[in-house]
C-alpha cells in the first residue's frame, strides 16, 4: 500500500510524511479509531457469546443474580447478564435409588450386578420375625429451586427417608404378608408414606414408583418353610380358580335347566286350567239341558256312563222273575244253537211294550 512501508521484518508499519505532519497525524488517529471500534466489537461479541446458553428438554436452569433466585427456565436458548448472572441445569428425568443392596455397574442400572447391604435390608415384622426387603425407589426433581437450595444432599435425604418408611410399613405387617400375599399392599403404603414425608422435607424430590425387589427371610431353613407355604397359597388359589371356572361353566346350564321345568310347569298349569274351565262349561252346559227336563237328562248320562264303564259286557234284560245262573255265555250260546228260536216258549215271552217299559223301570 501506499501509506506503509515494509521494514524487513514481514510486518507493514505505518509511513509518515515528514513534509506533512498534520496529515501523517490524522491517518494515524483513524487508523487507531479504526482499530479501537474493531475491539470494542470483538469484546461485546465475547461476552454477548459467553451470555447465551441452552437447556435441552430434559433439563431445567435456575437462574440466580448476585445470589437471588431470577426465574427457572425449560427447555430453549437464553441469555444471560455476564459474570452478574448464574444458571445451574438440573436434570429432571427418573433417577432410580435402590434400598436394600448396591448396583455393583451403575451404568447399568436396574440390570447390574448387584450385592446386598445388610444394614438396609434386614427388617422386623409385626409378629417378631426378621425378613430381608430389597427395594427399588424411582424419583425424579419436580422443584429445581427446592432441589438446588433445600438441602446439601438431597439424594442422602431421600435415601433415609425411603428407609425410615420401609421399616415403619414392614412392621406394621406380619412376616406371611410380606412374603406371600399383601407385596402389593406394602409398596402402595411405602408410597404413600414417602410422597408425604417428602412433601414435609420439601427438597424438591418426588416419587415416581416404589416397587418390591425381593423378599425372603435371613436363613436358608426359614426361606424353604416359606417357599412350601407359599406353593400351598399357590396350589389353593389353583383350586379356587378351577372351582370358579367350574361354577361359571356348571351355572349357566343349570339356570336354563330350571327355566325349562319352571316354562314346562307353566305351560302345564295352563293346560290343566284350561281343562278345567272347558269341564266347567260343559258342565254348565249339561246342567242347563237338565234344568229343561230333567228325567232325559238323567237317563241319557246313565247311557253314556254305561257304555264307558261296561263297554263290552252282554246285557240281558228280562221280566225279573226268571231265575238264571251266571255266567249265561256257554248255556246261552248252546242253547240258542241246539233250540229253534221259534220253538221258544210263547207264554215265557214278553211284549214289546212291555219290556221297553220294564227297561226304564230297571234304569230309574
Known amino acids: 500500500m501506499k501509506n506503509f512501508k515494509n521494514d524487513g521484518s514481514g510486518i507493514n508499519m505505518p509511513h509518515f510524511d515528514m513534509k506533512d505532519p498534520e496529515k501523517s497525524k490524522d ?7 479504526a482499530a479501537g471500534i474493531t475491539a470494542v466489537a470483538v469484546a461485546a461479541f465475547t461476552v454477548f457469546n459467553s451470555g447465551l446458553y441452552r437447556v435441552s428438554e430434559q433439563e431445567q436452569a435456575v437462574v440466580t443474580r448476585l445470589g437471588k433466585v431470577q426465574d427457572v427456565k425449560t427447555a430453549g436458548m437464553y441469555f444471560k447478564v455476564p459474570i452478574i448472572d448464574t444458571v445451574h441445569k438440573v436434570r429432571t428425568t427418573t433417577h432410580g435409588m435402590p ?22 435390608s434386614l427388617m422386623i ?9 430389597d427395594f427399588y425407589i424411582e424419583y425424579r426433581v419436580s422443584d429445581p429451586v427446592s432441589y438446588l437450595y433445600n438441602s446439601s444432599d438431597p439424594e442422602n435425604i431421600l435415601e433415609n427417608l425411603a428407609q425410615a418408611s420401609i421399616r415403619t410399613v414392614v412392621s406394621n405387617y406380619n412376616v406371611d404378608d410380606v412374603m406371600t ?20 422435607a420439601n427438597i424438591g424430590l418426588e416419587v415416581v414408583n416404589v416397587s418390591i425387589q425381593d423378599v425372603e427371610p435371613p436363613t436358608q431353613e426359614v426361606m424353604s418353610a416359606f417357599k412350601a407355604v407359599e406353593n400351598a ?8 380358580n378351577n372351582a370358579n371356572k367350574y361354577k361359571s361353566e356348571q351355572l349357566p346350564a343349570a339356570e336354563a335347566n330350571a327355566d325349562k321345568i319352571e ?11 284350561a281343562e278345567a274351565e272347558g269341564q266347567v262349561a260343559r258342565f254348565n252346559a249339561m246342567y242347563d239341558q237338565y234344568k229343561l227336563n230333567p228325567l232325559i237328562t238323567k237317563q241319557r248320562m246313565f247311557y253314556e256312563t254305561m257304555e264307558d264303564v ?14 238264571t245262573m251266571l255266567p249265561l255265555d256257554s248255556f246261552t250260546s248252546s242253547y240258542s244253537s241246539t233250540v229253534p228260536a221259534a220253538s221258544a216258549p210263547a207264554t215265557d215271552a214278553q211284549a214289546p211294550g212291555d219290556t221297553e217299559n220294564s227297561t226304564e223301570e230297571n234304569a230309574e
Request: charged share 30%.
Open 310 to 323: 261296561l263297554p263290552n259286557l252282554k246285557v240281558i234284560i228280562d221280566d225279573g222273575g226268571t231265575q
Open 99 to 120: 434400598i436394600g443392596y448396591k448396583i455393583a455397574n451403575e451404568e447399568y442400572g436396574e440390570n447390574g450386578e448387584a450385592t446386598s447391604v445388610t444394614e438396609q
Open 125 to 133: 415384622t409385626s409378629d417378631f420375625n426378621f425378613v430381608n426387603t
Open 181 to 200: 400375599t399383601s407385596k402389593n399392599k406394602v409398596q402402595s403404603d411405602v408410597r404413600d408414606s414417602l410422597i408425604s414425608a417428602l412433601t414435609q
Open 263 to 273: 316354562k314346562a310347569a307353566e305351560a302345564k298349569k295352563e293346560a290343566r286350567i
Open 233 to 240: 397359597k399357590q396350589g389353593s388359589e389353583t383350586s379356587i
Open 27 to 33: 491517518k494515524l488517529l483513524k487508523l487507531a479509531k
